[in-house]
């Protein structure tokens, strides 16, 4: 089966740098996910790592390690309306299943 | 482009009833995919469905709930007698294909409350 490890919680303030680990145990691993989600609305990707090394969008960036089965979500210039759950979530099964992890909330204060 | 859309937004069952919950994708995707979201947990896979094929069912309870994708109109997650454990938010999501690196596109989800 697979495994997720993530932060129940992280709080940090407006402007500031956050980092959202993940830890994984899995196997036929074909990358790593991340989806935010706001009051227990829709799910919504931000980023996909296949392999090692950092992905960059805007103030979100990824990260991989597949040989520690880590990643990281990093989010920059922390704004008040990021503050939500983020989800690492595996992806297995040819690449079409997902397993996610428990979650990470984020309070972002002022 | 409307997104994925599942309705309805909130049931409410009695125990015993049936719950019917839909899901359409979005326009272009022909992979569809169930999760089930209990408080303050991540979302559990339940089944993977393209055009008139369950893919992957191995998430799914081997009573009472089926799931179908039909050649024409939504995709259908079914639950039977409900019970009060099935109470949890239902998301569907679609892809345009096989492969998470597309991203998977949710919908808004069915709250199911079972009373």
């Known amino acids: 089966g697979q495994s997720l490890e993530q932060p129940s919680e992280v709080t940090a303030v407006e402007g500031a740098i956050v980092q959202i680990n993940c830890t994984y145990q899995t196997s036929g691993f074909y990358g790593l996910s991340w989806y935010q989600q706001h009051d227990g609305g829709a799910p919504t990707f931000l980023s996909y790592?296949?392999?090692?090394g950092l992905e960059e969008t805007g103030r979100f960036s990824s990260f991989l390690s597949r040989s520690d089965s880590y990643g990281y979500l990093l989010l920059q210039e922390l704004q008040m309306k990021d503050s939500a759950s983020y989800f690492c979530?595996?992806?297995?099964?040819?690449?079409?299943?997902?397993?996610f992890g428990t979650g990470t909330q984020l309070k972002v204060e002022l | 482009n409307a997104g994925v859309m599942q309705n309805p937004r909130h049931l409410v069952r009695r125990r015993g009833q049936e719950a019917r919950l839909r899901c359409s994708p979005m326009?272009?995707?022909?992979?569809v995919y169930w999760y089930r979201q209990l408080p303050e947990e991540g979302l559990k896979f339940m089944v993977y469905l393209q055009k008139e094929n369950i893919i992957d069912e191995s998430g799914m309870p081997k009573e009472r709930f089926s799931a179908e994708f039909p050649k024409e109109g939504p995709s259908i997650l079914r639950i039977q007698q409900v019970v009060r454990g099935d109470s949890a938010a239902y998301f569907c999501a679609s892809s345009p294909g096989q492969g998470s690196n597309y991203g998977y596109t949710f919908g808004s989800g069915t709250r199911l409350t079972v009373v």
């Open positions: 790592n296949a392999l090692d």
């Open positions: 326009k272009g995707h022909s992979h």
């Open positions: 979530a595996v992806a297995t099964g040819g690449g079409n299943k997902l397993t």
